[in-house]
């Protein structure tokens, strides 16, 4: 993807919020306005092209006791987040990721 868009912009969509819609291969926007300033502490964070916030259903963990949830849910974050860094990486974009 070219840093010279963000995902929205790719889909006809300009700044706010998009999920992301599998089925229909999407994104679907659910907040408009620019809120990268609240996505994480770090200064850098309001003025990227693209951030990514990655979050879990933990009602779909309906099975797992409150502490196995958190550790999932942070762990598969962790490894979709690496595979963005990588792919991002390999292909010649700059990648990071915010505390």
Do not use: W
């Not at 868009?5 to 700044?15: C, E, K, Y």
């Not at 620019?34 to 003025?47: C, K, N, Y």
């Amino acid at each position: 993807m070219p840093f010279d868009r963000s995902a929205g912009s790719r889909s006809g969509q300009t700044g706010g919020v998009q999920l992301i819609d599998p089925p229909n291969h999407s994104l679907v926007r659910v907040v408009t306005g620019d809120i990268r300033q609240l996505t994480g502490r770090q200064e850098f964070v309001a003025s990227v092209p693209v951030n990514l916030v990655y979050v879990a259903d933990l009602d779909r963990m309906s099975e797992a006791s409150a502490e196995d949830k958190a550790l999932y849910s942070a762990a598969d974050a962790g490894f979709i987040a690496q595979n963005v860094y990588l792919y991002c990486v390999s292909a010649g974009y700059p990648a990071g990721h915010v505390e």
